[in-house]
C-alpha cells in the first residue's frame, strides 16, 4: 500500500534511481512524456513515476493538477502499451501527489513506445543497447549457463577441457578411482550431459573449470579476467596486460596471489606492523574480484571482468549494471547469477551472503585507506579501492563516502557511529572533534546519514544511522 509515509521515504532517498522518478507537474504533465516513462520503468523491472514533488534534494511536495481524470489516463495507458498502471492519489498537506505504479514488462518482451525501447540513464530516457534487447528476448530460451560450450564431446574429451582434479579438491572430495564416476558426478551438478552423440559440457562448467577459455569458443575466451597494470594514475602507459585463461574457479588463487604480489607497499601500515604489507589487502581484492565474477552479466558480448592497477588505486569492474543502488552494496544482496554463487561457495571461493563489501570496506579502515567507491556506468559497474591518504589530503567526497561507509559498518554490526567512533576511523585526535563534527554534517546535508532519535538529543554525545535504517 503506497501512503503518505512511503512518500516520505522516498524523498528522503538520495537519488532517485532506474525504479523511481520524480517530477513537479505543478500545472499539467505531457502524456507522451508520462508513456516514455511507463516505458521505461516497465522495462527496468517496473518503479514509480511521482507527480507533484520537487526531483531536486531536499524534495519538497509542490502538488499536482495533472491528470484530474487518472481513470482516463491509465484506460489510455492500457490501450498504447498494453500494460496495466496503478494510479494512487495522495492527499498530502502541501498538495495533491500523484503515484503511477508501473509493472515489470512481460517476460521475453521489451516494451516500446511508437518504435523506441526506452531505458533509464541518470534523469534521462536512452534507446535500450542492443545487448540488452538480445538478453531480454532470450529470456524464454535456456539460461546462459545451461547453453553448451560445447556438444558432442567424447568422454576422453570432457576431461581433458576440464580441470576435474581441481573441480574434487575444491570440493573437498576425494578423487574417484574411474573415469565413469567423475563424469557422474559432473552430471549431478549439472556441469555436463549425456547425449547420444557424446557430451554437451556447459558453459557453467567451462567458465568455473576450463583448463583454458579460449579452447571453447571466441565467446567463452572474452569471459577471461583480464588484468592490467599501468604506469602513473592514468592508461596511457601500460607496464602488464595479462589475461587469466583458466575457469574461474580452477584459476581463481593464482589469479588473487599475482594481484595481491603486483600491488606497491602501503608504508603506514608497514611502519605499524613492522612488516613488509601491501597497498591493498588480499582480502579486500579476493572479495571484489570474486564479486565481479559472480555478478556479471553474462549476456553482455564483447565484454570482461577488468583489474586495473594504477598508482594510486585497484579498480575491479564488471559488465552489468546492479539490481540494488551502490549505496545499499554494505546492507543489501541480491545474486545476478545464483547457479554460478552457488558453486562458487561451495568451492570456497565466495560466500554468498552479502557480506563481501563490508569486508572491503573494513579492511579499508583498517589499512587507513580513503573508503572505496562503488560506481555504475553505462554498461559496468565498477569498485575502486585507493592507496593510502592522510585524511588532510582526502577530498571532501572521500571523507563524505568514509563516513557513510563507517555509518552503514557500525550499523549492520548492531552499533552506532559517533563523533568518537568517526575520528577513530581517520586517526584523528580528540582535538579534531570539530573536524569530525563538519564531515558528519556535510554527510547529513548529502542524505545519507541521520541522527538517532532514540538516542540523546545532545550534539556532543549524537549517534547516527544510515539513510536507509
Not at 511508437?114 to 532470450?138: C, H, N, S, W
Not at 594504477?310 to 575491479?316: F, I, P, S, T
Amino acid at each position: 500500500m503506497i501512503s503518505l509515509d512511503t512518500l516520505a521515504r522516498w524523498m528522503d532517498a538520495p537519488s532517485e534511481d532506474e525504479h523511481l522518478e520524480f517530477k513537479e507537474a505543478k500545472l499539467q504533465y505531457d502524456s507522451v512524456k508520462l508513456m516514455r516513462y511507463c516505458v521505461a520503468l516497465a522495462n527496468e523491472g517496473g518503479g514509480h513515476l511521482v507527480l507533484g514533488v520537487s526531483d531536486r534534494r531536499p524534495r519538497a511536495v509542490v502538488g499536482t493538477q495533472a491528470f484530474a481524470n487518472t481513470g482516463q489516463i491509465t484506460g489510455r495507458i492500457l490501450e498504447v502499451l498494453r500494460i496495466r498502471v496503478h494510479v494512487h492519489e495522495l492527499a498530502h498537506p502541501d498538495g495533491r501527489v500523484l503515484v503511477f505504479e508501473v509493472p515489470s514488462r512481460p517476460t521475453a518482451q521489451p516494451l516500446h513506445h511508437e518504435g523506441a525501447y526506452l531505458m533509464r540513464a541518470g534523469e534521462e530516457l536512452v534507446p535500450m543497447t542492443p545487448d540488452q534487447l538480445k538478453r531480454i528476448f532470450a529470456e524464454d530460451g535456456p539460461d546462459w549457463f545451461e547453453r553448451p560450450a560445447k556438444q558432442a564431446a567424447s568422454a576422453d574429451e570432457v576431461v581433458a577441457l576440464l580441470d576435474t582434479q581441481s573441480f574434487f579438491e575444491l570440493l573437498r572430495l576425494p578423487y574417484p578411482t574411474h573415469r565413469e564416476a567423475v563424469l557422474d558426478r559432473l552430471c549431478q551438478e549439472r556441469l555436463v550431459r549425456q547425449r547420444a552423440a557424446g557430451w554437451d559440457i556447459t558453459n557453467l562448467a567451462a567458465v568455473l573449470l576450463a583448463k583454458r577459455l579460449n579452447a571453447f569458443s571466441s565467446e567463452l575466451a572474452r569471459k577471461a579476467p583480464r588484468f592490467v597494470i599501468y604506469e602513473g594514475a592514468n592508461k596511457l602507459l601500460t607496464r602488464e596486460d595479462r589475461l587469466h585463461d583458466q575457469g574461474y574457479a580452477v584459476g581463481f588463487e593464482g589469479l588473487i596471489e599475482f594481484i595481491h604480489s603486483s600491488a606497491p607497499l602501503n608504508r603506514f601500515v608497514e611502519q605499524l606492523v613492522r612488516e613488509e604489507a601491501k597497498m591493498f589487502p588480499k582480502q579486500a581484492i579476493r572479495e571484489l574480484v570474486a564479486n565481479a565474477l559472480v555478478h556479471q552479466n553474462f549476456e553482455a558480448s564483447g565484454q570482461s571482468v577488468m583489474i586495473e592497477m594504477y598508482d594510486d588505486r585497484l579498480e575491479v569492474s564488471n559488465p552489468g549494471l546492479p539490481s540494488i543502488q551502490v549505496e545499499r552494496f554494505i546492507d543489501e544482496f541480491r545474486s545476478r547469477n545464483e547457479r554460478l554463487a552457488e558453486l562458487m561457495r561451495r568451492m570456497g571461493l565466495c560466500e554468498e551472503k552479502g557480506s563481501g563489501v563490508d569486508k572491503v570496506v573494513s579492511l579499508a579502515e583498517v589499512f587507513q585507506l580513503p573508503a572505496p567507491d562503488f560506481r555504475t556506468g553505462e554498461t559496468r559497474t565498477t569498485a575502486v579501492l585507493f592507496s593510502h591518504q592522510e585524511f588532510a589530503a582526502m577530498s571532501k567526497p572521500d571523507r563524505v563516502r568514509a563516513c557513510y561507509q563507517h555509518c552503514c559498518l557500525k550499523y549492520v554490526s548492531n552499533q552506532r557511529m559517533s563523533n568518537q567512533s568517526l575520528r577513530e576511523r581517520f586517526k584523528l585526535p580528540e582535538t579534531k572533534m570539530a573536524t569530525a563534527s563538519q564531515v558528519i554534517g556535510a554527510t547529513k546535508d548529502a542524505g545519507l546519514i541521520k541522527v538517532d532519535e532514540t538516542e540523546t538529543t545532545s550534539t556532543r554525545y549524537a549517534r547516527y544511522l544510515p539513510f536507509w535504517a
